[in-house]
């Protein structure tokens, strides 16, 4: 029994929407973090920010 184009054609479907889900919910994962857990780029990569908030303002 060789191995024919149908049946090529079919594993490469079953691959195709495989990764096709695999996308759509890393997507859905991706956007709800980025809609959920925004901070400010500037805020985000300044060191000196975290520390004047560590020193002078601690949290109650």
Do not use: G, H
Not at 34 to 41: A, C, H, Q, V, Y
């Amino acid at each position: 029994m060789a191995f024919t184009f149908a049946a090529f054609c079919y594993m490469l479907t079953l691959v195709l929407c495989a990764a096709l889900i695999f996308f759509v919910i890393w997507q859905i994962i991706a956007f709800d973090e980025l809609r959920t857990d925004f901070k400010n780029p500037i805020d985000q990569s300044n060191p000196t920010r975290a520390w004047r908030e560590f020193c002078l303002f601690p949290s109650s």
